[in-house]
């Protein structure tokens, strides 16, 4: 008997859903078909416009070449996110796509380098950084393959407008055969033997049958949710900023390769520069602020004239109790939410999407590949949380109600561990699926002014001179910075400009 899946439907679209649609009319060449359903009356958030280094993986997988899709989606690149004020009141840092030096002996730099900052010898860890010593010039180009090159220790990914991005891959997937139904969902019929999705019902009555459902349908969760009332775990406790409003402006003459995130007295501020405006967002805490005082925030602190009105959006952060649910697997919003404050939301489509195509089923959707799924992405999920929350546990301001209580509150179990660690020894546990290394644990600990007791005692047993490294390695990449193109220059000599 035939177990193979031959009809995928994917309901909603958006960023998730024509992601999911392009990824797997790539990889399902023949014999299956996948329909695609969405109505235009329902608005999509359409907010994540900043991305993390595998973004480039995505594409490459599906072959879409770099400067088209920079032209599309009027992009701009991305060398980390800067910090301002979340340590402390007028204190920043960076979060780099990369290293902080590179590894030049059995200990890590990071240990020699707290012992001369300690001292007085050195400058702070920021200055260490290609990425930084690039992006603070606003200078960017793609790194070197050459791994003796002070231009192979950074990473980079994009900002770009999520819906043309939605837009492109939509042109993309209906190339591979994806079929795009306009319309919108009223009924959801369940088998009354299995409880499995069997087909949903338009408003006008055309019913569309599946084997598999993709749920993009947002924070709804129309299937895994509202029809497999699958349950919700909510982490609002340790992550209690529950709003966000969005709103575009005209482009500044600061276009800046990486992403700013400002910490504000109830929450924090995104700026996100594309080549033809930049997009800004104002997450908050409404236990702390009203709707309206976030929203008078927000438009005060804007380098550009607004091209909109500030657009609301609530949620609840936290994740499903399962992401793969019977014959419906949720990607996106509809498995979870985890606020954009690491750019980490059009990742975990990407990452749901990989988990997938892994463990593809057949009709008889093991229950052995569905538990490893939810699995990977529980631990994937709660590796994200714990490292989000640090930056707010971190902090040092006790200047409103929100940071106090972020300063004062217990965090996971999992994040207790890793704090105890670093604070008495500097050390960074390595974790499963942890999408954020060394560096960038790194990054938030040094960059919110969390030093550890002690340090490594390994290192007084080598005979490194830690001072003299560091010092020529800060010489060489700021050599390596001045003689990079100016981050507009770059994508103009590239062909990438959607103005050319």
């Not at 999509?44 to 595998?54: K, M, Q, R, S």
């Not at 070197?144 to 042109?171: E, N």
């Not at 338009?202 to 699958?230: H, Y």
């Not at 089923?361 to 992405?377: G, H, I, M, S, W």
Request: hydrophobic content about 40%; aromatic content about 12%.
């Amino acid at each position: 008997m035939d177990r193979h899946i031959r009809n995928i439907v994917i309901v909603g679209g958006g960023s998730a859903g024509w992601m999911a649609a392009a990824a797997l009319g790539n990889a399902v060449q023949k014999d299956c078909s996948i329909t695609l359903i969405e109505s235009e009356d329902i608005g999509t958030v359409g907010v994540g416009e900043a991305t993390i280094p595998p973004i480039l993986r995505f594409n490459q997988t599906l072959g879409i070449d770099e400067a088209e899709f920079m032209r599309a989606t009027q992009g701009s690149f991305k060398l980390g996110i800067q910090f301002v004020n979340w340590g402390k009141q007028g204190h920043s840092y960076f979060h780099p796509f990369g290293t902080f030096g590179r590894p030049f002996d059995l200990v890590n730099l990071h240990h020699y380098w707290w012992q001369a900052f300690e001292n007085g010898e050195v400058t702070g860890l920021d200055d260490y950084c290609m990425a930084w010593s690039a992006a603070k010039r606003n200078r960017f180009a793609p790194p070197s393959h050459d791994p003796r090159h002070v231009l192979s220790t950074y990473d980079y990914a994009y900002h770009f407008d999520a819906g043309l991005y939605a837009r492109m891959l939509r042109g993309y997937a209906e190339a591979k055969g994806v079929k795009r139904q306009e319309g919108k969902i009223v009924d959801v019929a369940l088998n009354p033997e299995t409880g499995y999705v069997q087909s949903v019902t338009l408003q006008g009555g055309q019913v569309i049958a599946g084997e598999m459902f993709i749920d993009c349908s947002g924070f709804r969760g129309l299937l895994i949710e509202g029809a497999l009332k699958t349950g919700y775990d909510n982490w609002s406790h340790w992550l209690p900023c529950d709003r966000a409003l969005a709103v575009p402006c005209a482009a500044s003459a600061d276009f800046t390769p990486y992403t700013r995130s400002t910490a504000h007295q109830a929450g924090w501020q995104w700026r996100i520069p594309l080549q033809h405006r930049t997009g800004n967002g104002h997450v908050y805490a409404s236990q702390f602020i009203s709707d309206d005082e976030a929203a008078r925030v927000l438009m005060e602190n804007l380098d550009g004239a607004p091209l909109a009105d500030p657009r609301p959006l609530a949620f609840v952060t936290g994740r499903r109790r399962q992401f793969w649910n019977k014959n419906v697997v949720a990607i996106g919003l509809s498995s979870g939410f985890m606020e954009p404050l690491e750019s980490t939301s059009l990742y975990l489509i990407q990452s749901g999407i990989a988990k997938l195509l892994t463990l593809f089923p057949d009709k008889d959707f093991d229950p052995v590949l569905r538990n490893e799924f939810n699995r990977q992405a529980l631990t994937e999920f709660e590796r994200i949380r714990d490292f989000i929350i640090l930056h707010y546990k971190l902090t040092q301001r006790d200047d409103s109600p929100l940071w106090r209580y972020c300063a004062n509150m217990e965090v996971p179990d999992s994040l207790q561990d890793s704090l105890e660690l670093f604070g008495r020894y500097g050390k960074i546990p390595s974790k499963e699926l942890d999408l954020f290394g060394m560096h960038s644990w790194l990054a938030v600990h040094i960059g919110q002014l969390h030093f550890p007791k002690r340090n490594d005692p390994l290192a007084a047993y080598r005979n490194t001179d830690g001072v003299a490294w560091l010092n020529r390695f800060r010489g060489l990449i700021e050599n390596a910075a001045e003689g990079l193109p100016s981050h507009m220059g770059y994508i103009k000599q590239a062909g990438m400009s959607a103005q050319a």
